[in-house]
């Protein structure tokens, strides 16, 4: 499940991994409590609002806004060989914020604070397993497979 990120969860369970297979599905998914209705991204299993363990997951549009950037020049370990690279922080349309790599139709010189963004689920099949990830890419962007 969460091993197709490229990094591994050394948690043995978690009641949100089902996350993960939405995800490589094509769809961005939070998840919405069934107590109180808080809607958060990324998922929880846990209520931040009123404990309640009791939630769903909610599709998200994965329109959002920038709300900040950084290039990243010197990077952390397992990372080398990917540098430079642009990730943001984008305030989603539903609740929440999510981190991600820029994608192909985001220029790095066209890149301001509060512009609109797609959330873009993406899915690395070159390597041994499965990768999946998101980059945040012009409005009107779809799902595809790098």
Partial sequence: ???????????????VAEFADHLKDGHLKGSRCRKCGYTTFP??????ECMSGEFEFKE???RGKLHTYTRIAAAPSGFED???YTIGVVDLEEAGRLLAWFGPTVAESDIRI???LQVVPRIFEESERIKVYYTLDKPGTTWGKT
């Fill in 114 to 116: 509060g512009m609109d």
């Fill in 82 to 84: 990917e540098v430079p």
């Fill in 1 to 15: 499940m969460f091993a197709w990120f490229g990094k591994v969860n050394f948690s043995p369970y978690t009641k």
């Fill in 43 to 48: 998922p929880r299993a846990d209520c931040p």
């Fill in 60 to 62: 998200f549009s994965g």
